[in-house]
């Protein structure tokens, strides 16, 4: 799984922490960035909720 997030496009919401925190966390400035596979653990369906609840759908999953 290849999860990328639009630092561009992120405002820093957290939604993706809230939903899966196994998976992200958000830097010094409050934006979303993602936790190596062996920090976390998080359900492949909490990612993909994380990427659906971002309000600006700044968060990609591939597969």
């Known amino acids: 799984m290849q ?20 998976r992200f966390t958000q830097d010094e400035d409050g934006y ?9 653990d998080a359900t492949l369906q909490q990612v993909d ?4 609840a971002c309000p600006v759908q700044a968060i990609a999953v591939a597969r």
Not at 32 to 40: D, I
Not at 49 to 52: E, V, Y
Request: charged content about 10%; overall charge negative; hydrophobic content about 40%.
């Open 32 to 40: 979303a960035q993602v936790l190596p596979r062996e920090a976390g």
């Open 49 to 52: 909720q994380a990427a659906l």
């Open 3 to 22: 999860i990328s997030i639009d630092h561009s496009v992120c405002i820093g919401s957290g939604q993706c922490v809230l939903t899966a925190p196994g």
